[in-house]
């Protein structure tokens, strides 16, 4: 016989005695908690040391029906385990170096006891584990989420679903955060369960109803799934609440007063959830429907719009508000606009009114220059300008202006002449508008003109070679003026001229003149009252009979005297 044969015969011998004639010594049954879909790794005695005589181990298992399945062998002589399960667990049990049962693809199927059996050379030992198979929820998920939610009405806000776990997942509802406890009325919660005879999983739902307030629309409603090896949150979106109207307002949309001539628009509003469409807008004792709209724009408004506006619901005319309008306005008139020719030293009439919704603001500008309401009794070149007036209240301004000119013929207010070296300038200002020109009775050079506010300035200079007359001229559309100087010459007279300048002697002549003028009156005046007192003394000879005194050429000279004066 073969050595190895004969160690076999032998072997199977002593497991024989050892089956039936010894009966094996077993500790408490062990626990494992394995995990749905992966490797179960059951140790053998909890992964104690082996006893150093060991010849093998067995591991088996109970059956549902009680009685006891063989699954592998493993001899300490052999390097591989003998399978002995014909089962499903011939394809899915293993044991590895310490001996431990290796089962793949784990189930709800492996919730059994299986026991491994240390057989030595000195010893029988059973040491059985009971194993539970524990699955995760496959997914969770909210199903039947409800679009909106009624307020004050308990309504599904969804129903939340963790499938295919084991043992089954326990759901519960959060409300911003906080936990919802079901109360029958605001808050209702339906849980279920079913379970898969095939896979024997189990799937948990829970359907939660909610009164909502109006506050409510942005709260967020959790799902919560708890499980022994999971926990999972997931949040729904805030809802929209419906709820209806309990309150209606009207606003006036306009940034500021409003003022005759703009388009007002009205706004019915109306609390409620989703918001009427439909409104009926009471319009000056009209009542105006509007549809899919919330607005009514009142075009082109005039001041006798003022007054009292509503609007209500279309379906409840009950719940209606108001507001008042006023309707801002000015106006202002004035006298004279436009362009106004007037005559120097005329009068004009300017008149300005108003009429005006409130209190309004009056300014006056000359040409862009703050100035007083204008009274124009007696008009000067000065008054002529750009007037306007400005009226203003909140929110509007009326302006209206004329342009007033102020006409003459020119007037020489003044010709005056200075030296310039050898030269003379003379300047000739005058009044007058429109713009006068100038002309001179002698030639000049270097001529400069300027004209401001009626006032014209000419300047020539000339080299006056005798003693002149020169005469200006200022020449408008509506006449002329004239004014004249005396202009001395810039040479000097002969050699008996006095030592004074020409300019001097020209202020001299009149003096000089009087002079002489007075010195033949004066000597008039003495030759009178020589020939009277001599014509006297005569007379009084005459009379008394007395003889002259003097000789016959004294009487004869004096004679010829006082007929010479």
């Known amino acids: 016989m073969d050595p190895s044969s004969s160690a076999a015969a032998a072997v199977f011998l002593l497991l024989s005695v050892v089956c039936v004639g010894t009966l094996p010594q077993a500790l408490g049954t062990g626990s494992l908690t394995a995990t749905y879909g992966e490797v179960i790794v059951i140790p053998c005695n909890g992964g104690a040391p082996l006893p150093q005589d ?50 793949t693809q784990g189930s709800l199927k492996d919730k059994k006891t299986f026991t491994c059996m240390v057989v030595s050379g000195s010893n029988l030992m059973e040491y059985p584990v009971s194993v539970v198979v524990h699955k995760k929820p496959s997914s969770v998920q909210i199903m039947d989420k409800s679009a909106v939610l009624q307020k004050d009405k308990a309504t599904t806000v969804g129903t939340c679903v963790a499938a295919d776990a084991n043992p089954a997942a326990t759901i519960t509802w959060k409300k911003d955060g906080k936990l919802l406890v079901a109360d029958g009325k605001a808050v209702v919660i339906t849980p279920s369960m079913k379970m898969d005879p095939a896979t024997g999983l189990s799937t948990t739902s829970s359907t939660l109803m909610y009164a909502a307030s109006k506050e409510d629309d942005t709260a967020v409603f959790t799902c919560v799934s708890t499980h022994e090896l999971t926990s999972q949150d ?131 500008t000359k040409d862009g220059m703050a100035t007083k309401e204008p009274v124009f009794s007696k008009l000067t070149y000065a008054d002529a300008g750009v007037y306007e007036c400005q009226v203003s209240m909140t929110g509007i ?90 202009v001395a010459s810039v040479f000097k007279e002969p050699e008996n001229e006095g030592n004074g300048t020409d300019e001097e002697s020209e202020d001299q002549a009149p003096l000089i003149v009087g002079l002489v003028v007075g010195l033949l009156l004066i000597a008039g005046i003495v030759g009178l009252i020589y020939w009277v007192y001599m014509k006297n003394s005569r007379q009084g000879s005459w009379k008394t009979g007395e003889k002259e005194v003097g000789t016959s050429e004294e009487s004869k000279k004096l004679e010829e005297n006082n007929h010479t004066v």
């Open 54 to 103: 060991l010849m093998f181990v067995k591991w088996k298992y109970e059956k549902d029906d009680g009685t006891i399945g063989d699954l592998l062998i493993k001899q300490v002589s052999q390097d591989q385990a003998t399978i002995q399960a014909t089962d499903d667990y011939a394809q899915r049990v293993s044991i590895d170096d310490e001996s431990s049962l290796r089962i």
């Open 234 to 364: 997931t949040d729904l979106e805030p809802f929209s609440i419906h709820y209806p109207s309990e309150k209606v307002s009207l606003q006036i949309l306009s940034k500021g007063p409003i003022v005759e001539g703009d388009n007002v628009t009205l706004k019915c509003f109306a609390d409620g959830n989703p918001p009427p469409t439909s409104f009926f807008f009471h319009i000056k004792g009209q009542k105006m429907p509007v549809e899919n709209s919330d607005t009514y724009t009142l075009t082109n408004i005039g001041r006798e719009a003022g007054g009292e506006y509503k609007c209500s619901l279309a379906d409840n005319e009950k719940m209606e508000a108001s507001q008042n309008i006023v309707v801002s306005y000015l106006d202002l008139s004035l006298t004279p606009t436009g362009k106004v020719v007037k005559t120097v030293g005329h009068n004009l009439s300017v008149k300005m009114e108003k009429s005006a919704s409130g209190d309004a603001e009056v300014t006056w």
């Open 397 to 486: 301004t009326r302006r209206q202006s004329f342009k007033l000119v102020v006409e003459g013929k020119p007037v020489i207010t003044s010709l005056t002449k200075h030296r310039d070296g050898d030269n003379k300038v003379l300047t000739c200002v005058a009044e007058g508008v429109p713009e006068p020109t100038f002309q001179w009775s002698v030639n000049g050079t270097d001529e400069d003109s300027s004209y401001t506010n009626g006032k014209a300035t000419c300047k020539i200079t000339v080299v006056p070679k005798v003693n002149q007359t020169v005469t200006c001229s200022a020449i408008n559309m509506l006449g002329e003026d004239t004014m004249t100087i005396n």
